[in-house]
Nanobody, 124 residues
C-alpha cells in the first residue's frame, strides 16, 4: 500500500486548501483514513479522521467547523478540505491508513501506512 498526499501550498490567512490522499491497492474501502500534521519543533498531531464507510468522522478541536474530511472509495482517495486557514495551521500534513478507529486517543488507532506529507504554509 502506498499513500500519496498532495494539495498543499501557500495561502494567506482566511484562505482555503484541499488536500488529497490517494491510496494504491484494493483495500482502501475497508480502512479508516486520517490526517495528521507536524509543525517545525512540534510533535505530530491528529487533525481529522473518517471511518471506512464515511459515516463517522472526528476532528481535533482547533479545526472543528473549519476543516472537513471526506472520502471517495471509488477513487481510493481521502480529502481534507481546509477553510479559514490560520497561521497556526501551517505544517506538513500526512495522511494515514487507520487500523482501528474508535473513541480513544488517535495515537493508538494503529496507523499502518503513511503518506510522505504535503506542506501547508499560511501567511498572516
Amino acid at each position: 500500500v502506498q499513500l500519496q498526499a498532495s494539495g498543499g501550498g501557500s495561502v494567506q490567512a482566511g484562505g482555503s486548501l484541499r488536500l488529497l490522499c490517494v491510496a494504491s491497492g484494493r483495500t482502501f474501502a475497508i480502512y479508516g483514513m486520517a490526517w495528521f500534521r507536524q509543525a517545525p519543533g512540534k510533535e505530530r498531531e491528529f487533525v481529522a479522521a473518517i471511518s471506512r464507510g464515511g459515516g463517522n468522522t472526528r476532528y481535533e478541536d482547533s479545526v472543528k467547523g473549519r476543516f472537513s474530511i471526506s472520502r471517495d472509495s471509488a477513487q481510493n482517495t481521502a480529502y481534507l478540505q481546509m477553510n479559514s486557514l490560520k497561521p497556526e495551521d501551517a505544517a506538513v500534513y500526512y495522511c494515514a491508513r487507520v487500523g482501528y478507529m474508535n473513541e480513544g486517543n488517535p495515537r493508538f488507532w494503529g496507523m499502518d501506512y503513511w503518506g510522505k506529507g504535503t506542506q501547508v504554509t499560511v501567511s498572516s
